[in-house]
């Protein structure tokens, strides 16, 4: 399996709201991310967790709220999301979680959020 | 800081045609690089690296990259677009901590037939 899986592709949530998403990979990865991407524009990285520990923050707001229950899964929990939070929300693994310059990401398809 | 440049939005190729499209990049010690390309709604998908070695890296698809270090460039080629890699693309740079990259702005890659 050389995939990272995002679920689910389309969300569209109120600002009131509570919702998740969540990545997957089975490729024995040790390093995973959140990563923002708006349109036509590069990926900005909000997330990572090495070895199942959260390594950086991007001094993302309080509004997101990452979690790695294992080192396969990551999720990224939402609440009281703004207007200006919609994105396409792309989840990454790597190989070593310590870090090398070999260090290849493979992305997921991301997740289209839409906050009304 | 490490960074990198991408000086084109859009490039514009026929098909058949040889494509370059550019990068130079700014860092402080040796230059880890990579080029990603996205398509319509989708992820990035790794093409090639450079780490060290032989300037010239060749990646997936039919792609290449050409290190310069007097230059200080990366681009990627190919000998002959199809208009299936019409496409955004990413040249990217590992940074200090090696789980972080720095992203280009991208490159849109049009192919015409």
């Known amino acids: 399996d050389t995939e990272v899986t995002q679920t689910p592709k389309h969300l569209v949530m109120g600002m009131t709201n509570k919702k998740s998403l969540k990545c997957e990979q089975h490729?024995?990865?040790?390093?995973m991310y959140w990563y923002k991407q708006k349109a036509k524009k590069p990926p900005e990285l909000m997330f990572v967790?090495?070895?199942?520990?959260?390594?950086i923050n991007e001094s993302v707001p309080s509004r997101f709220s990452p979690e790695c229950p294992n080192s396969s899964l990551l999720n990224l929990h939402l609440h009281a999301l703004q207007p200006e939070d919609s994105a396409l929300y792309l989840c990454?693994?790597?190989?070593?979680?310590?870090?090398?310059?070999?260090?290849?990401?493979?992305f997921g398809a991301g997740s289209r959020l839409t906050v009304l | 800081a490490q960074s990198v440049a991408q000086p084109e939005d859009q490039v514009n190729v026929a098909e058949g045609n040889p494509l370059t499209v550019k990068c130079t990049y700014s860092?402080?010690?040796?230059?880890?690089l990579f080029w990603y390309v996205q398509y319509p709604n989708r992820g990035l998908q790794f093409l090639l690296k450079?780490?060290?070695?032989?300037?010239l890296v060749k990646g997936s698809y039919g792609f290449e990259a050409e290190f310069n270090k007097s230059q200080t460039s990366f681009h990627l080629k190919k000998p002959s677009a199809l208009v299936s890699d019409s496409a955004l693309y990413f040249c990217?740079?590992?940074?200090?901590?090696?789980?972080?990259?720095?992203f280009g702005s991208g490159t849109k890659l049009n192919v015409k037939p």
């Open positions: 990454a693994s790597s190989q070593d979680g310590g870090g090398t310059g070999a260090n290849v990401l493979t």
């Open positions: 490729m024995g990865h040790r390093a």
């Open positions: 967790y090495s070895y199942e520990k959260l390594s």
């Open positions: 860092v402080s010690g040796n230059p880890y």
């Open positions: 450079y780490i060290t070695g032989d300037n």
């Open positions: 990217a740079v590992r940074g200090y901590n090696f789980n972080k990259f720095y």
